[in-house]
């Protein structure tokens, strides 16, 4: 038996899972959670407390050494897009910004503009069109003259910034530097006009590395802070998320007719495939083009997910309303179907709201239950319009659809997910992310 820690930042909170692998079967243990917020700062930004979480992963690591396992090794996960700038030592110059920072939407326009268009980015790099896209961040900061932007001698993406702190050594990992919008996808490294548009260059970037790359032992004070073995390597996993979160679905890998849906606070529905898929209906449909273990490619399309309902569900706990996931169900199915209710989560008023509930009655005096039925229905009901969008690009015929993470404990989503798509759904696990991460590491010490 052999075990592994993983480390699972999400974007509302993060955990360290322990696992040990025996025959092929995985057993997973949560043994530190956390969670994390979005916090605004005097210069008019949005900010990662990202030493915070370093922290809380530290005393994640440290409970995991308490259980008396000799660990072969641990691999981070985050969310994409966001970066971390560092100086000439090394050393971090600012908190990291968030990818909800509503700064970068100001520029977009004048990027396309000015420097390279949109059309032409999309068949540079295949990634579908959002605000928050490392490009438009790093162009933006260019734009104001952001001081952690110009100071900065290096950059890493977030779970890369993770194992340089765990390490001591700077990598880029593929699956995290896809979601920049800055990767040429067919020779999987960072495109050199596209750099050179938002003010930055190559050797400010380390090498590009695969999943699986051995980075290495424990920097001596991880090793003390923590108790872990000295000899416990840390492995370049899938750094994003969803990548690990497929990775965990061998069947999707290679593209076997089936499609997934990763649902969290994002949601993602997309295929596997050998190569990207970059066309002019894959730029109208403004699908993105990731990637994935073993150099395979996510088409896939961003779709909003839970962040919609978590928000609600913050401010009824304001009200003294603290309902559970089990009452929210409870309340949907008590209302009867109208399909005025219904919205697109995806239209830019929900990205960040001053009331949530306020965007989602969109004038009409709704019940907290009318709330909850709509969030649910317009949820199912964009996955239907993704699929049928997916289903003219994909190759084959979409026969299933699996859906992955903290999604499928939710019956009553499922259901109307299987209505609106047309094709059966098949629940995956809910541990996706961490289970991928895992497998990638095991796979290094086959």
């Known amino acids: 038996m052999k075990h592994y820690i993983a480390i699972d930042w999400g974007a509302t909170s993060g955990r360290v899972m322990v696992a040990h692998v025996e025959n092929g079967h ?29 922290k809380e992963t530290v005393e994640g690591l440290r409970k995991a050494a308490l259980l008396g396992h000799h660990y072969e090794s641990v691999g981070a996960d985050t969310w994409g897009v966001d970066v971390v700038f560092y100086d000439g030592e090394g050393q971090m110059i600012a908190e990291p910004l968030s990818y909800r920072d509503p700064f970068t939407a100001e520029v977009t326009k004048h990027f396309f503009e000015q420097y390279i268009s949109a059309e032409k980015l999309y068949h540079k790099t295949g990634i579908q069109f959002m605000d928050f896209n490392t490009v438009f961040k790093l162009f933006a900061c260019r734009c104001e003259n952001y001081r952690p932007y110009a100071e900065a001698k290096h950059i890493l993406f ?64 991880i090793l003390a802070a923590t108790g872990l073995n000295s000899d416990c390597r840390v492995v370049t996993v899938a750094g994003h998320d969803t990548g690990s979160a497929v990775a965990a679905c061998p069947r999707l890998i290679g593209g076997k007719r089936a499609a997934y849906l990763s649902c969290g606070t994002w949601s993602l529905m997309g295929i596997v495939t050998d190569e990207p898929v970059i066309t002019g209906e894959s730029c109208v449909l403004n699908f993105t083009n990731e ?84 969030i649910y229905n317009s949820m199912a009901h964009r996955y239907g319009e993704v699929f049928r969008m997916m289903q003219s690009l994909a190759p084959w015929q979409i026969e299933c659809l699996y859906v992955i993470g903290g999604g499928v404990q939710n019956k009553y989503l499922l259901q109307l997910t299987e209505q609106a798509v047309g094709v059966p759904v098949v629940a995956g696990p809910s541990e996706a992310t961490a289970i991928g991460n895992i497998m990638v590491q095991a796979a290094k010490n086959e």
């Open 158 to 221: 977030l779970p890369d910034a993770v194992s340089y702190y765990l390490t001591g050594r700077m990598v880029c990992e593929y699956t995290a530097l896809s979601t920049s919008a800055m990767m040429d996808p067919r020779t999987k490294d960072l495109d050199a006009e596209i750099l050179a548009a938002c003010g930055l260059n190559r050797e400010q970037f380390p090498e590009v590395v695969m999943p699986g790359h051995d980075l290495g032992t424990l920097k001596e004070d």
């Open 291 to 374: 990637g994935g273990v073993n150099g395979t490619t996510r088409l896939l399309k961003n779709i909003t997910g839970m962040w919609i309902l978590e928000q609600c569900r913050k401010e009824w706990a304001v009200q003294g309303k603290d309902y559970s996931y089990d009452e929210l169900v409870q309340m949907a199915q008590s209302v009867k179907s109208n399909p005025k209710l219904l919205f697109n989560p995806d239209e830019p008023r929900f990205a960040k709201p001053k009331s949530m509930l306020a965007e989602v009655q969109g004038g009409k005096a709704l019940t907290d239950q009318e709330i909850i039925w709509a």
């Open 26 to 54: 995985i057993g997973m243990e949560e043994v530190h959670r956390f969670s994390h917020a979005i916090h605004y700062a005097e210069d008019g930004h949005y900010y990662w407390n990202f030493s915070s979480l370093l």
